[in-house]
């Protein structure tokens, strides 16, 4: 009841029936209360997302995987200190961590999100020790900019690795398959037929016991299949053929050798009988190959051994001698159904005449002839490779004694080594498919790790801010790789990093085609369609992500920018801590609260938000961009350079960052320091118009005009809408009392639609054209 219970709770679990599977593992764990049903409740409920459940059930409990179930549900409901102590008890600090690889893993996240990082970046690296293909621990090294080369993580020690474990996992396949054969052979012993007599019983047994002496890989020893002795009491000479084979370590798949006897001509082998027939010899004649199992081994054992074991010699080997000649068409030799070649004299000698007396007794009320045919009968219809041997086995049916002397005719030089050719071909071949089989696991290692290279580099770059160098290893990838989601979303982010949103859309937008029902990505998404002013595209998209998942955070960011966008700056912040309230961890949604508290001038809860996205990602400089800027606006110059700086550590190609920590310095009055820091951002992206905007006010403060109008001229070029760049130079111009050519930049400046405030400020510059500086800020 136990096991079709577990059966049918598994079957459950397999086709997503989370309900059915509750239910019936609640009935198992009545019936058979243990820790070990319990850790399948458990499973049920983690899996329809029900871990309090799973929590109650497993507080308390000893097992490995009780822990590990434990500390999963911890960690879903926030328990992280629980979790932990689950995976490493205080009270056994030498425990090992359950469940390996993803035990590790799972620990490192307990210990990132309780910020000891260094702590999670060990046990990433455990994890990723243990399993190679464990991506997710490689991820998150990557968000925390640890990550070794994808070259080194996943090399030769990785595909080693994986060999090594594949080869352990499918080591268990022989034994199942030997477990397999030892029940069916089970199967077939309890299936005797009635008439079977107190003699075959006995027979049968004894082969019973021998059967499971087999290896698990089908191989049978020649000499447990004629070395039974016969139950009339009369001992045959044949004690050496108990000596096990050599090839019994073969592997069962090996296919044996055609069962048909080598035929010779009368009188071609009259020397073979005084071959050496040395017990040595007689041993190495009867050595044969391992066979598969087709059939029951104790049927098969019960005939050959009334047709070898009662006889003394091998019945094959008399009538190799006294069958007559056969046309052997191939020209090649066959091996007798031993795999051994055998050589005889046609005739009887006199000395075989004379060992008459030890004969075979033939059963009371049946004859041999009869109880032949239906056994050979049998092995017919079952095992084909006897089939010639069965065939001419019929022809000589009335052969009821058989002289055991017989086995002395045997040829060591015809007999053995033929039979140790064919073995050494046989296990050569079973070596040559063993290492066929571990080239493809090899082969197939080193594709899936050759991928990883590619793909775990680009990912690496990208979390370091090397977003150049990120793009042309993901452009690496062959083309049905890079045209999935994950890959174009990676370079989507990428491109928006570099501030080229127009790249970043047509990106994320061969993603959203790739996989519609994918949300990786979509909240950088819908912030490019933001600064792109797409609002059609960006309502479109919150919209579609609503629908597919309401209950994705991913959904409700985009719902948030589109709002922000309409400048309804409450309605975002509600849609962005929706997001925060589906997923406490998400990092990206704490930020965009604090923009729109930025944005409604409530700069305490900004500050708040942005510390909160740090507490769970401290490489998100976002965050640290967000609170520089505060204290920017509040003009604590000295905090908002510390921030600055902590966004440029993390991400040191950005140009917008080093704009703004110039202009930290520069109202720090380290004018030296802010030019230079300029440069670097000009020189960053040279389309970003913000640094030389910047570079030109620093060049004005130190009434460098001419320097300040060069630097404008240039910005011109690249931002010739920009009404900022014209109102500055007709300021300029007007410093220098060129009154002419400063009225027609504010004009040009006006023209362009700039904001309501800067409107203001253009005209009030305008009718206090020729009012002195000095005197303008009396004014």
């Keep these: 009841m136990e096991g079709v219970l577990i059966e049918c709770v598994q079957n459950s679990l397999r086709h997503l029936l989370y309900r059915n599977a509750i239910f019936i593992c609640e009935r198992l764990c009545s019936e058979f209360p243990s820790e070990t049903n ?18 109650h059930i497993l ?37 090992e961590v359950p469940n390996g690889a993803a035990g590790h893993y799972l620990l490192g996240l307990i210990y990132r999100y309780t910020d000891r990082l260094k702590s999670a970046a060990q046990q990433f690296n455990q994890a990723l020790s243990l399993d190679p293909l464990l ?31 594949y080869m352990s996992h499918h080591d268990a396949g022989p034994q199942l398959q030997a477990s397999s054969d030892d029940h069916i052979a089970v199967s077939g012993r309890q299936q005797m037929p009635e008439n079977v007599s107190t003699r075959q019983l006995r027979h049968l047994n004894a082969n019973n016991i021998k059967d499971n002496s087999l290896n698990h890989n089908g191989a049978v020893f020649s000499g447990s299949t004629t070395a039974s002795q016969p139950s009339n009491g009369v001992h045959s000479n044949i004690s050496f053929y108990n000596t096990p084979s050599p090839m019994a370590t073969q592997l069962s798949g090996v296919a044996p050798p055609p069962l048909c006897r080598n035929v010779i001509p009368n009188g071609q082998l009259s020397s073979s009988v005084s071959a050496d027939v040395s017990p040595r010899s007689t041993v190495k004649s009867t050595l044969q190959p391992p066979r598969r199992k087709f059939v029951d081994e104790g049927k098969l054992r019960k005939i050959s051994g009334r047709l070898f074991s009662d006889s003394g010699p091998r019945r094959s080997t008399r009538l190799a001698g006294e069958g007559g000649p056969v046309t052997n068409t191939s020209g090649v030799p066959v091996t007798a159904g031993n795999g051994t070649n055998h050589s005889s004299k046609n005739h009887t000698s006199s000395k075989l005449g004379s060992a008459a007396s030890r004969s075979v007794t033939v059963r009371k009320g049946q004859s041999l002839s009869t109880e032949t045919v239906n056994e050979g009968q049998f092995c017919f219809f079952v095992v084909n490779h006897i089939i010639c041997f069965l065939t001419r086995l019929n022809h000589n049916l009335g052969f009821s004694v058989v002289d055991d002397s017989r086995l002395n005719t045997v040829s060591t030089t015809s007999g053995s080594f033929p039979s140790l050719d064919t073995r050494s071909c046989e296990h050569d071949g079973s070596m040559s498919r063993a290492s066929t089989s571990v080239s493809k696991v090899a082969n197939g290692a080193l594709e899936v790790l050759s991928l990883l290279k590619i793909l775990g580099e680009g990912y690496r770059l990208s979390c370091l801010y090397r977003c150049k160098d990120a793009l042309d290893v993901f452009l690496q990838l062959p083309l049905k790789h890079y045209n999935t989601s994950w890959v174009l979303s990676q370079v989507g982010k990428a491109h928006f990093e570099l501030v080229d949103y127009i790249e970043s859309e047509r990106a994320f937008r061969g993603a959203r085609l790739a996989s519609p029902y994918s949300l990786e990505g979509m909240d950088i998404y819908s912030t490019v369609l933001y600064h792109l002013k797409e609002d059609m595209k960006l309502s479109y998209l919150a919209q579609e992500l609503i629908s597919t998942d309401r209950l994705a955070p991913q959904s409700w960011c985009a ?47 900004g500050i708040k938000s942005y510390q909160n996205a740090l507490q769970i990602d401290a490489r ?125 930049h504010f004009g040009l400046a006006l023209d362009l639609k700039p904001s309501a405030t800067d409107v203001a400020t253009i005209k009030a510059a305008m009718e206090k054209l020729h009012v002195p500086d000095e005197l303008e800020d009396s004014i």
């Design 559 to 605: 719902m948030g920018n589109c709002y922000s966008m309409q400048k309804d700056h409450e309605t975002a912040l509600k849609n962005f801590q929706r997001a925060v309230q589906l997923n406490s961890r998400f990092t990206y949604a704490h930020t965009l609260c604090g923009h729109e508290y930025v944005a409604l001038e409530d700069y305490e809860n």
């Design 38 to 55: 319990l850790q399948l409740l458990a499973a049920c409920y983690l899996q329809s997302n029900q871990a309090y459940s799973a929590y």
């Design 59 to 95: 507080k308390g409990t000893q097992m490995p995987q009780s822990r590990y179930l434990f500390a999963i549900s911890c960690y879903q409901m926030d328990l992280l200190n629980e979790a932990e102590m689950a995976l490493c008890p205080s009270n056994e600090p030498m425990a």
């Design 135 to 165: 991506w997710a621990a490689y991820e998150e090294l990557c968000r925390l900019g640890t990550a070794g080369e994808a070259t080194t993580v996943f090399g030769e020690s990785a595909s080693e690795c994986i060999q090594k474990q």
């Design 620 to 744: 998100h400089y976002n965050a640290w961009y967000g609170l520089a800027m505060i204290y920017l606006r509040q003009e604590k110059y000295e905090f908002s350079e510390h921030h600055f700086r902590k966004a440029l550590n993390i991400n040191p190609c950005s140009s917008v960052i080093m704009s703004y920590l110039g202009t930290s310095l520069h109202a720090l009055k380290r004018n030296e320091e802010a030019l230079a820091v300029m440069e670097k951002a000009i020189i960053a992206d040279k389309k970003n118009p913000l640094p030389m905007y910047q570079k030109a006010n620093i060049l004005v403060s130190l009434e460098d005009f001419d320097g300040a109008l060069a630097v404008l001229e240039e910005l011109k070029e690249y931002a010739p809408r920009e009404s900022s760049v014209y109102a500055l130079m007709g300021k300029i111009y007007k410093r220098r009392l060129m009154y002419d050519k400063a009225m027609l």
